[in-house]
């Protein structure tokens, strides 16, 4: 009977951590089309799905199941492999805040990271807790309310708010 209700408690304890991560359902816009899959935060930066993304932006997505390993072509060259602490943009290294990771089955990277990746233009829309990224000279808004700042780790470089 006390181990089963261990089992049960440690169960409990998992499932309450894993909803924390997912809690805050993060909407995810591209080129103002907005994606089905959603972003997540996690230690305080904002991790959105890779194919999604990237698909939107017009890049093919292969994936190599066995080395966890997804290689995005368009425009640039970037390679990613789960769990590592950098990428590859043509071939030049870039380390995100938080490392690219798998989470419910889609493979996620920073936000920040995206835009370095690609030359996109990132912000966030506090009051619809979605993250927009646009390309093509679009100009990014100003938003430094404290719902952003909470959400994105207060980073601000250049008076733009990074996500």
């Not at 290689?71 to 060259?77: A, C, D, I, M, V």
Request: proline share 2%.
């Amino acid at each position: 009977m006390k181990k089963m209700l261990c089992a049960a408690m440690a169960a409990a304890m998992v499932m309450g951590t894993c909803a924390s991560v997912f809690a805050d359902g993060i909407g995810v816009s591209v080129n103002d089309n907005l994606i089905e899959a959603q972003g997540v935060i996690v230690e305080s930066r904002t991790l959105v799905p890779v194919r999604g993304v990237f698909e939107e932006l017009g890049y093919s997505v292969d994936w190599d199941a066995e080395t966890k390993t997804a290689t995005l072509t368009g425009e640039k060259t970037v390679v990613i492999q789960s769990g590592g602490t950098t990428f590859t943009v043509d071939g030049e290294e870039i380390t995100p805040e938080v490392p690219q990771q798998i989470i419910e089955d889609r493979f996620m990277l920073p936000l920040r990271a995206i835009g370095e990746a690609v030359g996109a233009a990132v912000d966030w829309d506090a009051e619809t807790k979605t993250v927009i990224i646009t390309t093509d000279g679009a100009e990014v808004v100003e938003d430094t309310t404290e719902e952003t700042t909470e959400h994105t780790g207060g980073l601000k470089i250049g008076g733009v708010q990074e996500l």
